[in-house]
């Protein structure tokens, strides 16, 4: 797909304005936990990493789940910040990003049950007393029930309401640290098999008191904590929330919960629903979601158009085309992509150029754009067209053949 001055720019590359923040593409870095903070606290890893992103021409870059207290991490090397001595440390990253033209996010989240284990390329296998000579000693997490479901060293300890209020307090103590950091967006982790996700889904919330039972009940937590961070975050900047549209095989949350979650959400003033899926099983007839191109897109169409909200499409987005046909279709205002960018760091420019995009260079920082816009003036040039003056020049300076 090509654009020439009688057809309109590809939507992806059209820029998309939320509340008083502008991205100037709808490509947006999806979080990607890294495994590689120092209690907490991003150091060059993620400066690297980040860094490198922020070139390739992204509209948005996500950090990484960031835990809004320590014992909301799932394992010692897990980002968070909970601490006021964070700030700085991705104040730094945030200036460069946004020196690039893109737009600093942060997903905040709480790991709750999934808590005290190692990390990915370890297959999140849990931390046992035998670690504790290495100075990774197990903790207890924390649930909306006390169900021995995951292996861990220690059952989750059921919240009551103390607890409640104590995470609540976290989150907007770390949605006040985000603004202070310099990020644009914020979004609540409510997905994944994570603490919000275990209020939210039967299977993992058996509590019979207001935030149990029915699904009013259970999505009270989650509606509770988009309310802080609504409330601390500046009115000028959006929040968005990420869920899981379904649980996993075998689970009991599904689309039409979703659905009415998100009703609830813009109802309190969220501006986004990113819309993945997974993270919590059980023994029902519910499929595995197949992980086929574009396997979420549908999601966030659904909820786009009967939520009537604003919609990230993410998971099995690889190719420009794709990006693009979501956007066209009306399935999601945004893309999110991960993995591709791991990849391929410079997806955005590259996509911008297969979509014929004006000045597609121009989504990379100026230093690489000028230069490679003068390689691109040189292959115009007459002695570089093939024939009789290229072979005549060439034979000047090196010798007829």
């Known amino acids: 797909m090509t654009a020439d001055s009688n057809t309109a720019p590809p939507l992806l590359f059209t820029p998309i304005s939320l509340r008083g923040v502008t991205a100037k593409n709808r490509i947006v ?23 490198r992103l922020a070139f390739g021409g992204a509209g948005m870059i996500f950090g990484e789940e960031t835990a809004v207290e320590a014992r909301g991490r799932k394992t010692y090397d897990c980002a968070g910040i909970w601490d006021d001595r964070h700030i700085p440390q991705y104040s730094r990253i945030n200036d ?73 307090d976290a989150w907007r103590e770390a949605t006040r640290r985000s603004m202070d950091a310099g990020y644009d967006v914020v979004e609540v982790h409510g997905a994944h098999g994570y603490l919000i996700h275990q209020f939210l889904s039967p299977i993992s919330n058996h509590r019979t008191d207001g935030y149990g039972g029915d699904l009013e009940g259970r999505m009270r937590f989650a509606l509770e904590v988009a309310e802080v961070t609504r409330d601390a975050w500046p009115s000028d900047k959006p929040v968005f929330f990420r869920v899981s ?18 009703k609830a959400l813009k109802q309190r003033d969220i501006d986004l629903v990113d819309c993945s899926s997974g993270g919590i099983t059980g023994d029902t007839d519910m499929p595995m979601v197949p992980r086929i191109v574009q396997f979420q897109a549908g999601f966030a169409e659904r909820i786009r158009r009967e939520a009537e909200i604003m919609t990230i499409a993410v998971g099995g987005i690889t190719t420009a085309q794709e990006a693009e046909t979501i956007l066209q279709q009306g ?63 060439y034979d000047r300076i090196f010798g007829a053949r």
């Open 29 to 51: 870095v999806s979080p990607m936990c890294q495994y590689n903070s120092v209690e907490g606290g991003p150091g060059d890893w993620q400066m690297a990493h980040l860094g």
């Open 245 to 262: 549209c379904v649980d996993g095989k075998g689970g009991i949350w599904g689309l039409e919960d979703t659905i009415e979650l998100a």
């Open 331 to 393: 399935q999601a205002d945004l893309v999110g992509v991960a993995r591709e960018f791991i990849w391929n760091a410079d997806w955005a420019a590259h996509c911008a150029k297969e979509l014929g995009a004006p000045d597609p260079y121009g989504q990379m920082p100026h230093e690489y754009a000028y230069r490679l816009r003068l390689r691109e003036k040189a292959k115009d040039m007459p002695i570089n067209q093939g024939g009789a003056v290229t072979q005549a020049a």
């Open 96 to 168: 460069f990003i946004r020196q690039q033209g893109a737009v600093p996010a942060i997903q905040l989240g709480h790991a709750g049950r999934k808590a005290s284990c190692h990390g990915a390329t370890e297959d999140w296998r849990p931390l046992t007393d035998d670690d504790i000579k290495d100075g990774f000693a197990p903790w207890q997490g924390l649930a909306p029930s006390a169900l021995d479901q995951l292996p861990r060293r220690f059952t989750p300890r059921e919240m009551d309401r103390d607890d409640i209020r104590t995470v609540l």
